[in-house]
Protein backbone atom coordinates (compact mmCIF):
# COMPACT_ATOMS: atom_id res chain seq x y z
CA UNK A 1 0.00 0.00 0.00
CA UNK A 2 1.82 3.08 -1.05
CA UNK A 3 1.58 6.37 1.35
CA UNK A 4 2.09 9.97 -0.70
CA UNK A 5 1.74 13.89 1.11
CA UNK A 6 -0.88 15.60 -0.82
CA UNK A 7 0.36 18.37 -2.65
CA UNK A 8 -3.23 19.65 -3.34
CA UNK A 9 -3.76 23.29 -2.67
CA UNK A 10 -5.93 24.49 -0.02
CA UNK A 11 -7.53 27.08 -1.59
CA UNK A 12 -11.46 27.18 -1.20
CA UNK A 13 -13.46 25.21 -3.68
CA UNK A 14 -17.11 24.72 -4.93
CA UNK A 15 -19.13 22.65 -3.28
CA UNK A 16 -22.61 21.33 -4.13
CA UNK A 17 -25.21 21.79 -1.43
CA UNK A 18 -25.70 17.77 -1.39
CA UNK A 19 -22.93 15.09 -2.12
CA UNK A 20 -23.51 10.84 -3.00
CA UNK A 21 -20.52 9.37 -2.08
CA UNK A 22 -20.16 7.00 -4.69
CA UNK A 23 -20.96 3.51 -3.98
CA UNK A 24 -22.97 5.08 -1.21
CA UNK A 25 -27.11 5.62 -1.15
CA UNK A 26 -26.58 7.99 2.26
CA UNK A 27 -26.49 11.98 1.34
CA UNK A 28 -23.91 13.57 2.86
CA UNK A 29 -24.74 17.52 3.44
CA UNK A 30 -21.34 19.07 1.50
CA UNK A 31 -20.37 22.28 2.49
CA UNK A 32 -23.20 22.64 4.61
CA UNK A 33 -25.26 25.78 6.16
CA UNK A 34 -23.82 27.38 9.40
CA UNK A 35 -27.21 29.37 9.54
CA UNK A 36 -29.29 26.31 9.00
CA UNK A 37 -27.24 24.65 12.19
CA UNK A 38 -25.04 22.54 9.95
CA UNK A 39 -20.85 22.57 10.14
CA UNK A 40 -20.57 24.56 7.20
CA UNK A 41 -17.13 23.70 5.47
CA UNK A 42 -15.25 26.66 4.11
CA UNK A 43 -12.34 25.01 2.58
CA UNK A 44 -10.83 21.83 2.77
CA UNK A 45 -6.92 20.55 2.59
CA UNK A 46 -5.97 17.40 1.61
CA UNK A 47 -2.11 16.79 3.80
CA UNK A 48 -2.21 12.82 3.54
CA UNK A 49 -3.23 10.11 1.51
CA UNK A 50 -2.81 6.56 0.87
CA UNK A 51 -4.70 3.94 -1.46
CA UNK A 52 -7.77 3.32 1.16
CA UNK A 53 -8.24 7.00 2.76
CA UNK A 54 -7.79 10.23 2.65
CA UNK A 55 -6.83 12.80 5.49
CA UNK A 56 -8.74 16.17 4.90
CA UNK A 57 -7.57 19.49 7.24
CA UNK A 58 -11.15 21.65 7.18
CA UNK A 59 -11.81 25.17 8.08
CA UNK A 60 -15.23 24.58 9.06
CA UNK A 61 -18.30 27.51 10.44
CA UNK A 62 -20.29 26.50 13.34
CA UNK A 63 -23.62 27.55 14.01
CA UNK A 64 -22.63 29.30 17.08
CA UNK A 65 -21.94 32.68 17.42
CA UNK A 66 -19.19 35.07 18.84
CA UNK A 67 -19.46 38.36 19.24
CA UNK A 68 -21.65 38.74 15.99
CA UNK A 69 -20.18 36.41 14.09
CA UNK A 70 -20.40 32.31 13.59
CA UNK A 71 -17.35 30.49 15.26
CA UNK A 72 -14.57 29.31 12.98
CA UNK A 73 -12.00 26.21 13.22
CA UNK A 74 -9.90 23.65 11.71
CA UNK A 75 -10.73 20.64 12.27
CA UNK A 76 -9.79 17.20 10.46
CA UNK A 77 -12.07 14.55 8.44
CA UNK A 78 -10.40 10.70 7.32
CA UNK A 79 -12.55 9.58 4.25
CA UNK A 80 -12.52 6.58 2.01
CA UNK A 81 -9.77 7.30 -0.97
CA UNK A 82 -11.60 8.01 -4.53
CA UNK A 83 -13.05 4.41 -5.83
CA UNK A 84 -13.48 2.79 -2.66
CA UNK A 85 -16.61 2.02 -1.03
CA UNK A 86 -17.96 1.91 2.38
CA UNK A 87 -16.86 -1.11 4.03
CA UNK A 88 -18.88 -4.01 5.87
CA UNK A 89 -18.35 -6.05 9.48
CA UNK A 90 -19.14 -9.70 9.59
CA UNK A 91 -20.89 -12.07 12.00
CA UNK A 92 -19.93 -15.46 11.25
CA UNK A 93 -22.23 -17.67 12.67
CA UNK A 94 -21.15 -21.88 12.77
CA UNK A 95 -24.07 -24.36 12.20
CA UNK A 96 -24.15 -24.86 16.30
CA UNK A 97 -24.64 -21.17 16.61
CA UNK A 98 -21.34 -19.71 17.75
CA UNK A 99 -19.99 -16.39 16.62
CA UNK A 100 -16.78 -15.99 15.41
CA UNK A 101 -14.14 -13.56 16.51
CA UNK A 102 -10.60 -12.63 15.53
CA UNK A 103 -7.97 -12.01 17.83
CA UNK A 104 -6.16 -8.86 15.92
CA UNK A 105 -3.10 -6.50 17.13
CA UNK A 106 -4.23 -2.96 15.65
CA UNK A 107 -1.87 -0.28 15.92
CA UNK A 108 -3.72 2.65 16.37
CA UNK A 109 -4.56 1.63 19.64
CA UNK A 110 -1.39 -0.59 20.12
CA UNK A 111 -3.70 -3.46 21.40
CA UNK A 112 -4.42 -6.92 20.78
CA UNK A 113 -8.26 -6.50 19.89
CA UNK A 114 -11.09 -9.19 20.25
CA UNK A 115 -13.45 -8.11 17.18
CA UNK A 116 -15.72 -9.81 14.49
CA UNK A 117 -14.13 -9.93 10.94
CA UNK A 118 -13.98 -6.61 8.70
CA UNK A 119 -12.73 -5.10 5.77
CA UNK A 120 -13.24 -3.12 2.83
CA UNK A 121 -15.64 -3.45 -0.07
CA UNK A 122 -14.27 -3.19 -3.97
CA UNK A 123 -15.88 -0.88 -5.92
CA UNK A 124 -18.98 -2.83 -7.59
CA UNK A 125 -18.82 -5.29 -4.77
CA UNK A 126 -21.82 -6.05 -2.99
CA UNK A 127 -21.93 -5.56 0.53
CA UNK A 128 -23.09 -9.60 0.79
CA UNK A 129 -20.12 -10.34 -1.85
CA UNK A 130 -17.74 -8.48 0.49
CA UNK A 131 -18.52 -9.92 3.60
CA UNK A 132 -18.15 -13.59 2.05
CA UNK A 133 -14.74 -12.99 0.57
CA UNK A 134 -13.82 -10.75 3.67
CA UNK A 135 -14.84 -13.86 5.92
CA UNK A 136 -12.95 -16.65 3.70
CA UNK A 137 -9.74 -14.37 3.96
CA UNK A 138 -9.59 -13.73 7.73
CA UNK A 139 -11.15 -17.49 9.10
CA UNK A 140 -11.34 -19.49 6.01
CA UNK A 141 -14.79 -19.88 6.22
CA UNK A 142 -17.39 -20.22 3.40
CA UNK A 143 -20.99 -18.51 3.53
CA UNK A 144 -24.21 -20.52 3.14
CA UNK A 145 -26.66 -17.53 3.69
CA UNK A 146 -26.35 -13.58 4.92
CA UNK A 147 -28.35 -11.13 6.23
CA UNK A 148 -27.74 -7.69 6.00
CA UNK A 149 -28.17 -5.62 9.26
CA UNK A 150 -28.02 -2.14 8.37
CA UNK A 151 -25.52 0.49 8.77
CA UNK A 152 -23.11 1.86 11.55
CA UNK A 153 -20.85 5.03 12.61
CA UNK A 154 -18.44 4.42 14.30
CA UNK A 155 -17.03 7.54 15.04
CA UNK A 156 -18.79 10.30 13.76
CA UNK A 157 -16.87 13.49 14.80
CA UNK A 158 -13.76 11.97 12.62
CA UNK A 159 -14.73 9.04 10.09
CA UNK A 160 -16.80 9.85 7.33
CA UNK A 161 -17.04 5.75 6.59
CA UNK A 162 -20.58 4.39 7.24
CA UNK A 163 -19.91 0.20 6.80
CA UNK A 164 -22.69 -2.24 6.57
CA UNK A 165 -23.16 -5.27 9.10
CA UNK A 166 -23.84 -8.64 7.41
CA UNK A 167 -24.49 -11.87 9.50
CA UNK A 168 -23.38 -14.92 7.77
CA UNK A 169 -23.99 -18.45 8.19
CA UNK A 170 -20.44 -20.09 7.43
CA UNK A 171 -18.89 -23.54 7.83
CA UNK A 172 -14.85 -24.30 7.49
CA UNK A 173 -13.58 -24.25 3.81
CA UNK A 174 -9.84 -24.50 4.46
CA UNK A 175 -7.39 -22.21 5.27
CA UNK A 176 -7.81 -18.57 5.19
CA UNK A 177 -5.91 -16.25 3.30
CA UNK A 178 -4.93 -13.28 4.93
CA UNK A 179 -3.15 -10.04 3.55
CA UNK A 180 0.55 -9.47 4.81
CA UNK A 181 -0.73 -6.33 6.80
CA UNK A 182 -3.33 -8.44 8.95
CA UNK A 183 -1.99 -9.38 12.68
CA UNK A 184 -4.78 -12.27 13.15
CA UNK A 185 -3.11 -14.98 15.78
CA UNK A 186 -6.61 -16.47 16.51
CA UNK A 187 -9.97 -17.00 16.12
CA UNK A 188 -12.35 -17.27 19.02
CA UNK A 189 -15.95 -19.16 18.58
CA UNK A 190 -18.50 -17.85 21.35
CA UNK A 191 -22.28 -18.65 21.68
CA UNK A 192 -24.10 -15.60 21.49
CA UNK A 193 -25.23 -15.29 25.47
CA UNK A 194 -21.23 -15.60 26.26
CA UNK A 195 -20.33 -13.27 24.11
CA UNK A 196 -23.10 -10.38 24.35
CA UNK A 197 -21.81 -11.23 28.63
CA UNK A 198 -18.57 -10.04 27.51
CA UNK A 199 -19.72 -6.81 25.83
CA UNK A 200 -21.63 -5.96 28.47
CA UNK A 201 -18.75 -6.39 30.92
CA UNK A 202 -16.47 -4.18 28.90
CA UNK A 203 -13.91 -7.26 27.53
CA UNK A 204 -15.03 -6.72 24.14
CA UNK A 205 -13.73 -3.26 23.10
CA UNK A 206 -14.16 -3.02 19.45
CA UNK A 207 -17.06 -0.61 18.64
CA UNK A 208 -18.00 -2.16 15.40
CA UNK A 209 -18.59 -5.29 17.81
CA UNK A 210 -20.45 -4.24 20.20
CA UNK A 211 -22.81 -2.33 17.26
CA UNK A 212 -23.18 -5.71 15.80
CA UNK A 213 -23.63 -7.60 18.47
CA UNK A 214 -26.34 -5.29 19.56
CA UNK A 215 -27.94 -4.92 16.22
CA UNK A 216 -28.13 -8.95 15.78
CA UNK A 217 -30.01 -9.52 19.42
CA UNK A 218 -33.63 -10.05 17.60
CA UNK A 219 -32.24 -12.35 15.69
CA UNK A 220 -31.78 -15.02 19.18
CA UNK A 221 -34.60 -16.97 20.39
CA UNK A 222 -33.71 -19.17 23.12
CA UNK A 223 -29.74 -19.47 22.12
CA UNK A 224 -29.95 -20.09 18.48
CA UNK A 225 -29.52 -17.66 15.71
CA UNK A 226 -31.85 -17.56 13.06
CA UNK A 227 -31.34 -15.80 9.82
CA UNK A 228 -34.38 -14.12 8.10
CA UNK A 229 -33.40 -16.23 4.87
CA UNK A 230 -33.23 -19.41 6.93
CA UNK A 231 -36.94 -18.82 8.81
CA UNK A 232 -38.30 -18.21 4.90
CA UNK A 233 -36.49 -21.04 3.46
CA UNK A 234 -34.72 -19.00 1.17
CA UNK A 235 -31.09 -20.07 2.45
Not at 54 to 75: C, I, M, N, Q, S
Not at 123 to 135: D, K, L, Q
Amino acid sequence: MSLRMSEQSSDPKSFPAHELVEGDDLPRIVPGSADQGEVEILREELIWENDAVRLFKDHVRYPATKDGKHVEDDVFRLTDAPGKVNGVITIPITDDDRIILVRQFRHPVRMWMLELPRGSRNPGESPEAAAAREIHEEIGCRCTATEPLGRVSPDSGQLSSIPHIIAARVRRDGAPEREETETIDRTVAMPYPILRSACERGEILDAYTLAAVTRIAPLVRDGRIVLECERSGRA
